[in-house]
């Protein structure tokens, strides 16, 4: 056995990605779960609250990119060197 600490693909070691069937199990579990979502979407939003539809678009194609206007202000010397 490869005795490597931090060594994922030895044998007998659990590291790595899970299996397909443990992925497609989970989402069966959450199916259910995915309509009483939508259901209190759909309430939030005909109550106008906008929390709801920016969670949800958060969740679906991620947050938006963050900007920032960066400004430099170069300092301006109390007197002229080429005077002295």
Avoid: A, H, W
């Avoid at 490597?4 to 007998?12: A, I, P, Q, V």
């Avoid at 989402?27 to 949800?56: A, H, Q, S, W």
């Amino acid at each position: 056995m490869d005795r490597r600490k931090f060594n994922k693909g030895t044998k007998g070691n659990k590291g790595g990605r899970p299996p397909k069937s443990d992925y497609n199990e989970l989402l069966t579990k959450l199916d259910p779960m995915c309509d009483l979502g939508i259901l209190r979407l759909k309430e939030g939003v005909e109550r106008g609250d906008f929390n709801y539809l920016k969670l949800y678009f958060q969740y679906m194609y991620g947050k938006p990119r963050e900007i920032k206007e960066v400004t430099v202000f170069t300092e301006q010397p109390v007197f002229d060197l080429e005077d002295i």
